[in-house]
């Protein structure tokens, strides 16, 4: 009952606890919040990450045996729609999904993933075996605890990177497509060295129109539909026009589907970056006040 109680508000408590875990205020007139820092503060590092969980409802803590043996079976079936880290694709993120956070081990999920949502682009995977379904349900579940459970980061400044080298890597890497001006005063920006991190490695999509998915579909007779991506599977793509007209089309023998995805190449980017990388190109970034 409390999980279902808390996860309305799951993003807005995300937002205040990711202030409390950096010693910022919650927002004015936050209830929960001048107890919960009072607490938090005096905790050791795995208390807290205790304590976030419940009170962010998220269940029991991942098995991370499961999780690691869930990874590679994610990354082949599932992460082409979701993303390399759940976070969403063409398919929903499934960090803030109902059926995965509603689920302490499996059960749900599995029957959910078994029978899917052809209908709506979501296949079913109803040949795969309840042992692979629990551990890329581990998998989904780590991932949450690693983007909502800010409890269970020790390191308080991440800040911890060598600027020049992290300037060296953005001149050698981000250049293609971005500008210097792009970069001038980033920091600024964010509201903490965090966000910045996560700003940079993981832009989010939004309702920015030139960071959608978009489509170009030529018919069989040769008349073309192009727009932003509503849906898509391997039997069908539904697009949506400059004008906001949907149109749905079969994916037959014969029809030519180009997807354009703006931030593929940061997709891309996260499974080459070390964590060397990672930690330089924030220094860099951070410090571009
Ligand atoms: C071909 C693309 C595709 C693949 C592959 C795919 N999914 Fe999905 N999935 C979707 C789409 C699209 C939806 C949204 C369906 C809807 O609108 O109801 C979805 C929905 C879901 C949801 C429900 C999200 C929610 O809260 O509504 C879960 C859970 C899920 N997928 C898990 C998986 C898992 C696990 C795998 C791999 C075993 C997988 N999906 C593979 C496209 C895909
Ligand atoms: C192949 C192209 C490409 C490469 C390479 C690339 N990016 Fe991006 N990046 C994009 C696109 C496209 C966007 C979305 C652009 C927009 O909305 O203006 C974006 C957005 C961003 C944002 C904005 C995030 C936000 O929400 O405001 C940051 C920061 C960023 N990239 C940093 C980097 C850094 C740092 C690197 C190199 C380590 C990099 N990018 C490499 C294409 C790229």
């Known amino acids: 009952m409390m999980r279902r109680a808390v996860r309305g508000g799951w993003l807005a408590v995300l937002a205040v606890l990711a202030g409390l875990a950096i010693g910022q205020e919650g927002p004015a007139g936050d209830q929960a919040s001048p107890q919960h820092q009072a607490n938090y503060q005096n905790m050791t590092p795995e208390q807290r990450a205790t304590a976030t969980r419940e009170f962010l409802g998220l269940g029991a803590k991942p098995d991370k045996d499961a999780a690691r043996r869930g990874a590679p079976m994610f990354k082949q079936n599932c992460a082409v729609c979701h993303g390399p880290q759940a976070r969403g694709a063409t398919g929903p993120s499934l960090i803030t999904s109902d059926v995965v956070l ?74 293609p497509c971005h500008t210097a001006e792009n970069f001038s005063h980033i920091a600024s920006r964010y509201r903490s060295p965090e966000q910045l991190q996560r700003g940079w490695i993981w832009p989010s999509r939004g309702s920015e129109p030139k960071r959608a998915v978009t489509a170009m579909v030529k018919m069989r007779d040769g008349a073309m539909a192009a727009g932003r991506v509503v849906q898509v599977s391997d039997f069908r793509i539904v697009v949506a026009d400059a004008a906001g007209q949907k149109h749905a089309i079969e994916r037959e023998p014969g029809v030519e589907v180009e997807i354009k995805d703006p931030l593929a190449a940061h997709e891309q980017m996260i499974l080459t970056l070390s964590n060397n990388d990672l930690h330089n190109v924030t220094a860099w970034l951070a410090s571009l006040k």
């Open 102 to 175: 509603g689920d302490d081990h499996g059960e749900h999920f599995a029957a959910y993933v078994k029978k899917g949502r052809p209908e709506k682009g979501m296949p079913a995977f109803d040949s795969m075996p309840d042992t692979q379904l629990k551990d890329i349900a581990e998998f989904l579940h780590e991932q949450i605890e690693e983007v909502a459970n800010r409890g269970g980061y020790q390191v308080l400044n991440i800040v911890v990177g060598d600027k020049a080298k992290g300037k060296a890597y953005v001149e050698g890497h981000c250049m």
